[in-house]
C-alpha cells in the first residue's frame, strides 16, 4: 500500500519560512507528478503547487513567488519551501502523488501550517 508522511508544519508569524516535506513509500512513485494542496478552515482544498514527472512546476498565484515545490527522487520526497508567509496561508497542507492507475491520487495526511503573530 502506498503511503505519503507530511512533516515540517507548524506555527510561524508572518513573514517567516517553513518548509514542508512529503516522503513517498514506493520508490517507483518518486518521480510521478507529486504536489501540495491546502484547506483552510471554512473553505475548499486548493492547489498550492505541483511538480510534474518532467520537473514542470505550476503555482497558484496566491503563492508565486513566495513558495518553490522540489524534488529529490534518490530520497522518494518532495519538498514545498514557503517564504514570507502570510496569515492567509494558514491551512493543513495535503501532499499527493498522481498515479496512472486508479486510485489515481493518493494522500497524505496532512500538516497544519499556522501564521500568526
Known amino acids: 500500500q502506498v503511503q505519503l508522511v507530511e512533516s515540517g508544519g507548524g506555527l510561524v508569524q508572518p513573514g517567516g519560512s517553513l518548509r514542508l516535506s512529503c516522503a513517498v513509500s514506493?520508490?517507483?512513485?518518486?518521480?510521478?507528478?507529486m504536489g501540495w494542496y491546502r484547506q483552510a478552515p471554512g473553505k475548499q482544498r486548493e492547489l498550492v503547487a505541483r511538480i510534474t514527472s518532467g520537473d514542470t512546476t505550476i503555482y497558484v498565484d496566491a503563492v508565486k513567488g513566495r513558495f518553490t515545490i522540489s524534488r529529490d527522487n534518490a530520497k522518494k520526497k518532495v519538498y514545498l519551501q514557503m517564504n514570507t508567509l502570510k496569515a492567509e496561508d494558514t491551512a493543513v497542507y495535503y501532499c499527493?502523488?498522481?498515479?496512472?492507475?486508479?486510485?489515481?491520487?493518493?494522500w497524505g495526511q496532512g500538516t497544519q501550517v499556522t501564521v500568526s503573530s
Open positions: 514506493r520508490s517507483s512513485l518518486a518521480s510521478n507528478e
Open positions: 499527493y502523488v498522481h498515479r496512472s492507475i486508479s486510485p489515481y491520487d493518493i
